[in-house]
């Protein structure tokens, strides 16, 4: 069985068109660890000739692994300097869901694997199935989707399993009264300990079915896990009340990493600004705790415009306009001159506050992303060093990094038993053929 590393690289052209296109598809051992998948991706991003322009990585792991995501982060903040000077390196939001419901999981793990047995026993024989059978009739189940057994690598089907499991409780214990060599059955505390964990489950999973698709959406999905995870500290089971422990705890360390990137991508839509940024944070941390954290999102938000307006005045053509408001300063100078490069000075100066001159101005009636793209493209001039920064974060999808993962999957299984090289060739060859303005199979068709 072949594993495989996908890099995908978003980014907003010169022409304010936001664009996403696969760099690799590159093979790893079956037993990869961080430092095989770290190793790959400075390999690519030399190969591509952009490794000092990084500015985020998302990271999506299938199956999900915690120990795996800190590892790369840390290997990759050790590189962070000849990589960029202020990287963000983050899971995505697909991925934390997926280590929460992990940690539900690892409370039922032992009725997870009796189901898996229940499921296994009813179909070893057309006997037992006939009694099945008869049990899922006694229990007037018959509408219901029969239980499979689940994929141990996707947690999707974990859960599923689970809930067509816990349709058939009545079955299973029908079963074991009618066939004294079922054993593997769960007892009634088991089955309520694995109902209240599902419970708990299935609003993540809603929450994977509707993956944010705008900013406010995804304040308001993080406003839900947090007062889910709130109610569920509170719960009568001390089991419940641990796992929520463990998941805000996760939680908290992927929030107080992602916020601030998600957060100023919001501020730099011009139809939200600060106003999002207030509301979400009202509703994630309450009216008595959201200053703090506002105010803190603030300084951040700050220092980050003051890294860009740094990173500007060396790169810009400021160092000779300060030199002339200079010469203007010296005694020789008549006081036209003078006042000249006052208000020259005064100028040069302003641009360090774009920040300060475009949260002062009203939000825009903007509807769609699009929208908002062509907003900078008409006013990335009267903000340069603003627009150097929503190039950058506007870029950052809402809801999860790796949009091609679905389609990239669909041809890996295609491409599967083929050479790595040749897989790699197909997949990334297929996307950036199919993003090109001269292929045929893009034009419209009348």
Not at 74 to 85: L, M, N, T
Not at 90 to 118: H, M, W
Not at 252 to 275: C, H, Q, R, T
Request: overall charge neutral; hydrophobic content about 35%.
């Amino acid at each position: 069985m072949m594993t495989y590393c996908c890099f995908t690289v978003h980014f907003i052209d010169d022409g304010w068109q936001l664009k996403k296109k696969i760099l690799a598809f590159r093979n790893l051992r079956y037993n990869y660890d961080m430092g095989a998948v770290h190793e790959v991706f400075k390999h690519v991003l030399t190969e591509w000739s952009i490794n000092k322009n990084v500015r985020f990585i998302f990271l999506d792991i299938t199956p999900p692994k915690d120990h795996m995501i800190g590892e790369l982060r840390s290997k990759v903040s050790d590189q962070a300097p000849p990589i960029h000077r202020h990287l963000f390196c983050v899971p995505s939001y697909a991925q934390i869901l997926g280590l929460l419901v992990q940690d539900g999981f690892s409370e039922i793990r032992s009725v997870l694997y009796k189901i898996r047995e229940c499921i296994e026993y009813v179909k070893g024989s057309s006997l037992i199935r006939q009694k099945f059978q008869e049990a899922i009739n006694n229990g007037s189940l018959q509408d219901r989707e029969m239980p499979t057994l689940d994929v141990p690598a996707r947690w999707d089907t974990t859960f599923l399993m689970l809930k067509s499991s816990l349709e058939f409780i009545t079955a299973f214990n029908h079963l074991e009264q009618l066939d004294d060599a079922f054993k593997v059955n769960p007892s009634a505390e088991e089955w309520n300990k694995a109902t209240a964990v599902f419970e708990c489950l299935k609003e993540f999973y809603k929450s994977t079915c509707n993956f944010p698709t705008s900013r406010d959406d995804y304040f308001l999905s993080v406003r839900d896990v947090y007062k889910n995870l709130h109610g569920w500290k509170q719960s009568d089971y001390v089991y419940v009340r641990a796992m929520a422990n463990r998941m805000k705890g996760k939680f908290d360390e992927y929030w107080g990493e992602a916020s601030l990137a998600l957060g100023i991508s919001a501020v730099l839509d011009p139809s939200y600004k600060l106003d999002i940024i207030e509301y979400g944070y009202r509703q994630i941390y309450g009216s008595d705790a959201y200053l703090r954290y506002y105010q803190k999102f603030l300084d951040n938000l700050i220092c980050e415009y003051n890294k860009y307006a740094k990173d500007f005045r060396s790169q810009g053509p400021s160092s000779s306009a300060m030199a002339d408001v200079s010469r203007c300063t010296s005694s020789s100078n008549s006081f036209k001159e003078w006042r000249k490069g006052k208000y020259e000075r005064n100028t040069v100066h302003s641009q360090w506050n774009e920040l300060v001159q475009y949260l002062e101005k009203r939000p825009e009636n903007l509807d769609k992303d699009g929208n908002v793209l062509a907003w900078w493209l008409d006013n990335a001039q009267n903000f340069p060093i603003l627009g150097k920064m929503a190039r950058d974060f506007l870029a950052i999808p809402v809801s999860t990094v790796i949009s091609k993962s679905s389609e990239v999957m669909k041809m890996a299984s295609v491409h599967d038993g083929v050479r790595p090289e040749i897989a790699e060739a197909l997949i990334c060859g297929k996307d950036w053929w199919l993003d090109s303005p001269n292929c045929k199979w893009c034009q419209p068709k009348l």
